[in-house]
């Protein structure tokens, strides 16, 4: 956890100190993105401050990405400090916020049938050779959605919330050659031009979509 998050966590300690006439609650859920665990402290009526955590963990999936056959893992997970506003008096809310994120995939991609295409070229290669990809979004994004719940009421018992959002940003796609064949023959062309093709369809994805549903308990 980088400097940054933790002076926005402590900052929100700091808050929630400063309003314990208001019941804090803590809560947790599931659906996008993955399991969640965090906390909300209602400042006033309407308005709450929350932190959490949420993650997919890591995995592993087999695919196939302008033509060639990869081996990905992925890994998910990213820590959400936001604002509650509740302009109507019941639970619904707007939210906005920033989410700092580890989100990539890396892609390892092999040659099949002693080939592998690479930009408008199919290279000779071996089972030592490999094309690997990385897709990374933005480590820190801002984040805007709606919901319900986390404001401020009765001390004490359960409840519930959903979260419908988006955090806002573009990944990057870099990638490399290695092996005894490939990288003494692939072009920078070539590479360049994969690359390229690869984030036509990645940059396609400009968010990260939120969404969960949960309960909370307030204390």
């Known amino acids: 956890m980088n400097s940054a998050v933790l002076r926005s966590v402590a900052a929100l300690a700091l808050c929630s100190a400063a309003t314990l ?3 804090g609650e803590v809560y947790t859920g599931i659906g996008l993105p993955g399991l969640m665990i965090g906390y909300a402290q209602p400042l006033n009526d309407s308005f709450t401050l929350r932190a959490d955590f949420a993650t997919l963990g890591s995995r592993s999936k087999n695919g196939s990405e302008e033509g ?3 081996e990905g893992k992925i890994k998910f997970s990213r820590i959400g400090l936001f604002g509650d506003w509740f302009p109507f008096g019941n639970g619904f809310r707007f939210t906005g916020g920033v989410t700092f994120n580890k989100m990539r995939a890396d892609l390892e991609g092999r040659p099949s ?6 930009g408008d070229t199919t290279y000779a290669a071996s089972g030592e050779d490999r094309f690997d990809v990385e897709v990374k979004f933005p480590s820190t994004t801002p984040y805007l959605g709606l919901g319900w719940g986390h404001q ?7 409840g519930f919330a959903f979260d419908v959002g988006a955090s806002f940003g573009k990944a990057k796609v870099r990638g490399s050659v290695s092996g005894p064949l490939l990288s003494q023959t692939v072009s920078q062309e070539d590479i360049d031009r994969e690359l390229e ?5 990645v940059g396609k994805v400009k968010a990260i979509p939120q969404l969960s549903v949960g309960v909370n308990y307030r204390f």
Request: a negative charge; hydrophobic letters at 30%.
């Open 152 to 158: 401020a009421g009765p001390k004490g018992g359960w």
């Open 68 to 70: 060639i056959d990869y």
């Open 113 to 118: 049938g002693g080939t592998i295409t690479i």
């Open 197 to 201: 093709e690869i984030r036509d369809g």
């Open 21 to 23: 006439s208001h019941a």
